[in-house]
């Protein structure tokens, strides 16, 4: 079941951001013994592929801190940011880590099923990202992208990092990043709520005292 845990961070890792956790599977599986990757997954650790991921990630680390620009990169990455959640959970179920020494033994027979399972949750945690970001720049007239990217992106690798080195806490993370999801979305309907009763009262007339 590890091997499950570590496809999950990984995979929610790119909905966050799409390169992070391609980049921290090649680079780890290429330089050090945290991870192996197996034959039909070498590609990743290639110098090349990691060349292109890390021009790909330095673009999407400036779009994503610009007001307007990343409500673009993030319809842009709907169809980019599930790849990369499929990629990451299939690599993961295969590979060997620190903490997983029989890899594949729970996705054995339906090898399909944890890019299935990756895209489904990193497009579950990008919907989730893309739904937040104009609550933040409409509530902080556009200077909250930088800060809240410059978070994710943060998040973005402490959680492919963990999901290799230490799996059983991807949970605990999951949870941490939809109760701050659930927490805005709550603040953003009372927002909303204050303002119908406040634009209904000044149409009846009152006057705030």
Do not use: C
Not at 83 to 109: H, K, M, Q, Y
């Amino acid at each position: 079941m590890l091997e499950s845990l570590t496809g999950l961070g990984l995979a929610t890792s790119a909905g966050l951001n799409a390169y992070i956790p391609l980049l921290a599977i090649g680079v780890l599986a290429r330089y050090t013994d945290l991870i192996t990757l197996p034959g039909n997954w070498s590609w990743m650790e290639n110098g090349w592929t990691l060349a292109i991921v890390a021009m790909l990630l330095a673009i999407e680390f400036v779009a994503d801190k610009v007001p307007v620009v990343d409500h673009v990169n993030d319809v842009l990455q709907t169809f980019v940011r599930p790849t990369a959640g499929g990629l990451a959970f299939g690599a993961a179920s295969s590979s060997e880590t620190v903490t997983v020494t029989d890899p594949g033994s729970f996705f054995s027979s339906h090898q399909w099923v944890p890019i299935v399972v990756g895209g489904a949750i990193s497009l579950g945690v990008h919907g989730m990202k893309a739904a937040s970001r104009p609550v933040i720049n409409a509530s902080t007239a556009g200077f909250g992208a930088p800060v809240v990217s410059t978070i994710e992106d943060i998040v973005s690798v402490s959680m492919a990092l963990v999901a290799i080195i230490l799996p059983v806490l991807v949970l605990l993370f999951v949870v941490l990043l939809f109760v701050a999801f659930w927490w805005m979305m709550r603040r953003r309907k009372r927002r909303k709520e204050e303002k119908a009763a406040a634009k209904w009262a000044q149409s009846q007339g009152y006057r705030p005292t």
